[in-house]
């Protein structure tokens, strides 16, 4: 079982930026894709970023050059640097972890309210 905590999350004005964190309690970080994804509101979740086990990146359209996904193997921790932030970004941000194989699993954290508003 793998626990996911994520921090940094809360109220910004437009424009503004937000870093999000996301702890992982595993010993094999390195084998899971880590990834970003959001809930608005009356909208289903979709996926904001995510970074392979290898390092490959994918970001939804709407975040692409304002948005950055990285991951410190060493600290079990994903991140998520988040620029010129919009309204539209408001949603609760959730940390996903998924195995590289079947056996290691699909975990989901607690999610973190990020609020874009003047």
């Known amino acids: 079982q793998v626990q996911l905590v994520e921090s940094g999350g809360g109220l910004v004005q437009p424009g503004g930026s937000l870093r999000l964190s996301c702890a992982a309690s595993t010993s094999i970080f390195s084998m899971y894709t880590m990834g970003w994804y959001r809930q608005a509101p009356g909208k289903q979740r979709e996926m904001v970023a995510e970074?392979?086990?290898?390092?490959?990146?994918n970001y939804l359209d709407s975040v692409k050059g304002r948005f950055t996904i990285t991951r410190d193997n060493a600290k079990n921790t994903v991140y998520l640097q988040m620029n010129s932030l919009k309204p539209e970004d408001t949603a609760v941000y959730y940390c996903?972890?998924?195995?590289?194989?079947?056996?290691?699993?699909?975990?989901w954290g607690p999610g973190t309210q990020v609020t874009v508003s003047s």
């Open positions: 970074i392979t086990t290898i390092g490959n990146i």
């Open positions: 996903n972890a998924k195995g590289a194989l079947l056996v290691y699993g699909n975990y």
